[in-house]
């Protein structure tokens, strides 16, 4: 049996885009000893390797914006 993909990861979407993915394979990595960084470091890389360089940086622009949006 397949496990189902939750919509949303701590108020964040999973979509393609939303912050919800990246947020659950950093939350993984820290868990295997990683430091926040480092995590986030190795996911962006996964990510970049998955979606190209400049599909990936619009996801990062994206996210960016909506993050200072909301402070």
Not at 28 to 55: F, L, N, P, V
Request: proline share 1%; hydrophobic share 30%.
């Amino acid at each position: 049996m397949v496990k189902k993909m939750p919509k949303t990861y701590k108020g964040k979407s999973t979509k393609k885009g939303g912050g919800g993915k990246f947020a659950m394979v950093t939350d993984a990595i820290m868990k295997k000893g990683m430091s926040k960084d480092s995590a986030q470091a190795i996911a962006a890389a996964a990510g970049r390797k998955k979606y190209g360089t400049t599909e990936f940086q619009k996801m990062s622009v994206t996210g960016r914006k909506r993050a200072n949006k909301n402070k």
